[in-house]
């Protein structure tokens, strides 16, 4: 690997080895591991080809995947070669990894799991295409500047991306706007402008290297050569105006999560990409079959939220207008091959598009949509309409031209059925289904916990890693002493690093000994940062109060970015900064309580901190968080959690035990009726003193004195418009804390109560999500054998 090594970096990067960088032995590296990827990635897209086996897509406006290079190394086993490599050329290996910038082509919950799933698919040997969009800017970077948030762009394309293949031959011609044309029964559209969509592919191999699948990614470019002609006629502008078009699609990732910014771009980024998987997809199928109706045998789309939801109108659209097929059946064949996941209950997040909009982009699709409407309202007379109010409403489509939709957790899914699609599940009862999410155990416990994953391997070999259910073998050791202080060692051993990488980055001493309490997740309110943070200041005031008690030291670090525009967001995040000033300040809580919050979370940050955490925060109000797939990595690393009976939550407190979960809150049935009670938050308030002296702190400027107004609104809201009930959940949550300190206490039954967490968690890896697709939805199975089927 060393003279592989030496031999990219001459003729690929034009460097010697006196004069590399650490970036040119990082790209020197990779593009090594690359090539070794390359063998395993065509005898895998050859095997599926030969067998002709059905192809899953998973279609999804974001890939959350941070870095590569561990994967890469991992899964080809090469990691002892490569660190043996980078030393005998005198290459610090951490420091290459750490050079990789992350591929944040992501917002959070939504585009990690869809990397997750990557891992996955490619691990089961399932074959299967990720498609969506190469942004130029990922998720912005995140500053604080005097507490407040600054987003700059990201720019992790200015380095060259070291694992992808740039296809310039696989290119599609997308169309805007314009206009439909009718005659003899046949639609035409006439797009009034085009872009050019140009496949970038990554490949993305599985465990042990035995299954390669790829991400396809698209960016956008000027139809120079298809326009030169108009161009050439004088009409300067219309060419000029299309290369302004193509330039802005790919440009960068929208920051919202969890909210609609119902902006045009959007839409368009939405119908590029979805339009260029489906022709690429096809274009596939029709190399090997001449039966279009074949379709739903070869083909399955899976719908990431309602984002790719036009292609279920794209699909009809070109079984109808280009191939020739009635208007009923290309609905029924579409139908069979889509399905579509649904990640949210918030009305905010729900997709809409005005009528005149959406019409004005793809004026062919509104018809269609049109069509799709009326025949599913002749069919089922009185049941909701995918047009209302002038809107088309992007759930109604994508359930109704689904033939499976899914919730992501099982509370999540009941609630779908019982709320946002209640009379659509009347109309097909057995169209919803659960699946609920998983992580990848290769980047959640064996990349990014060496300590305890090496001590797992000792006692199981290393088999758990792509079968994680294995884990429960590790509920035997609870009574062992001795392994119960080397899975304590292991995560001390996590925490000092972790310590000493804040000490560096945010200048606060933390001790490793006090408890790790971690908040890491998108700041929302329904995530509810903001109890946290009034927790901290309550425990700070009576910590004060009695500073002779024997306190639990506690450290809470939180992490996470506000969408540029949600204003209350940012607000908590300026007060977490303003408060953590104060307190980490104070010298009479000097050793005992910390705040700390690194800017910039992402996925890399994630991985340092989840393997430290002792204490896990899932405190959203109950029926909020559709899954969480944070709270799993967490547990599976040994942290406990406090939290709500929301999401995954509710399962994962299955699966590990209700002793060792920190269960407090509100249910989803109570938070309903209770924001039903005119003044309940006011009420609330009332009721607690320890809350009306934290809210009374803020209000006064306690922790703003410059600025004693600052937090007015905020205090304000949770007095007249707690919408997440966090004044509600407060006293409940306060003493949950409590209890979490005494049993912080003892370190034994602590480290105890962690590693059962650890040996519960193996249902959670997303192999079993993946299985649950392939079984339920797909209807294909793991094709490892394929690989030995074609040999
Ligand atoms: C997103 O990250 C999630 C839902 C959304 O509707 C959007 Cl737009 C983005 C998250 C959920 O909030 C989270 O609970 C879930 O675990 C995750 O998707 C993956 O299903």
Known sequence: MKNEILKRLRYSLGKDADHASVYDWRMALSLV???????????????????????????????????????????????????NAMKALGQDF????????????????LGRLAACFMDSLATLGIPAYGYGIRYEHGLFEQSFVEGEQMEKPETWLSQRHAWEFE??????????????????GRAKWHPGDSVLATAHDTPIVGWKGVWGNTLRLWSADPVRQFDLASFNRGDYLAAGRSEALARTISRVLYPDDTTESGKELRLKQEYFFTAASIMDLLRRFLSDHDDIRALPDAVAIQLNDTHPAIAGPELVRLLVDEHGLEMPEAIDL???????????????????????????????HLEIIRAIDDSHQA?????????????????????????????????????????????????????IINQTNGITPRRWLYGCNPALRNLISEELGESWVSDLEQLSALTDKRG?????????????VNKVALSNWIGQTCDVQIDPDAMFDVQIKRIHEYKRQLMNLLETIALWNEMRDHPEKDWTPRVKIFGGKAAPGYF????IIHLINDTASVINADPVTRDRLKIVFPPNYNV??????????????????????????????????GALTIGTLDGANVEIREHVGSENFFLFGLTAAEVMERRQQPGFSRAAIEASPRLRRVLGQIFEGRFSPQDPHRYHGLVGMLYDHDHFLVTCDFDSYFDTQRRADIAFQSQQSWATMALMNTASMGWFSSDRTIRGYARDIWKTRPHGALLEKSA
């Open 167 to 184: 296809r310039p031959e696989v290119q599609y011609r997308i169309g805007f706007g314009g206009h439909v044309s009718h005659s003899e």
């Open 604 to 637: 890399t940050m994630a991985e340092r901190l989840i393997p430290a955490a002792d204490l896990s925060e899932q405190i959203s109000t109950a029926g909020k968080e559709a899954s969480g797939t944070g709270n799993m990595k967490f547990a599976l690393n």
């Open 334 to 364: 579409a139908r069979r091959c889509l399905a579509y996941t649904n990640h949210t209950l918030l009305p905010e997040a729900l997709e809409r598009w005005h009528e005149g909009l959406l019409g004005r982009i793809l004026p062919r």
């Open 379 to 431: 069919e089922h007379p009185g049941s909701p309409r995918i047009l209302e109010h002038g809107d088309v409403r992007m759930g109604e489509l994508a359930f109704i031209m689904a033939h499976k939709v899914n919730g992501v957790s099982a509370l999540h899914t009941e609630l779908v059925k019982e709320t946002v699609f209640a009379d659509l599940h009347r109309i097909h009862p057995t169209r």
């Open 568 to 571: 209350m967001a940012k607000d």
């Open 94 to 109: 951490d420091t290459i990894v750490h050079n990789e910038p992350d591929a944040a082509l992501g917002n959070g919950g």
């Open 33 to 83: 591991l690359r090539d070794h990827m390359v063998d395993t990635w065509f005898d895998s897209t050859r095997a599926a080809y030969g067998t002709s086996a059905k192809r899953v897509y998973y279609l999804s406006m974001e890939f959350l995947i941070g870095r590569l290079i561990e994967d890469m190394i991992s899964n080809q086993g090469l990691e002892t070669e490569a660190r």
């Open 480 to 492: 062992d002493s001795a392994f119960v202080a080397d899975f304590h060692a292991a995560k001390r």
